[in-house]
Nanobody, 123 residues
């Protein structure tokens, strides 16, 4: 089983930056994709970004609009989401997930999920 732990969330003013981390442990494999999603109460879970752990290929959803960057550190089994120019609309719980599918933009593409980290952007 793969365990995922998110960290790096917090409170920031509009225009600020945060760097989220997703640390994977347990029985990990180098062909996993790691994706980031965010959730606001009353709204459907939204795909943010994903990265292939073996190839390092990034994929981005619509919400970041060029403001987010996903990277990985394979030695640490950790994926980072650098979030810049944050806006109040970016507020939510951010989850990372692991999967082996060639698709990365949907909940069903992932098998393991972390518990999330809260991001709050104040106006």
């Amino acid at each position: 089983q793969v365990q995922l732990v998110e960290s790096g969330g917090g409170w920031v003013q509009t225009g600020g930056s945060l760097r989220l981390s997703c640390a994977a442990s347990g029985r990990t494999f180098d062909n996993y994709n790691i994706g980031w999603f965010r959730q606001t109460p009353g709204k459907e879970r939204e795909f943010v970004a994903a990265i292939s752990m073996n190839f390092g290929s990034p994929f981005y959803g619509g919400p970041p609009q060029g403001r987010f960057t996903i990277t990985r550190n394979t030695a640490k089994n950790t994926v980072y989401l650098q979030m810049n120019r944050l806006e109040p609309e970016d507020t939510g719980v951010y989850y990372c997930a692991a999967g082996i599918s060639d698709r990365v933009t949907s909940d069903g593409d992932y098998t393991f999920w972390g518990q999330g980290t809260q991001v709050t952007v104040s106006s």
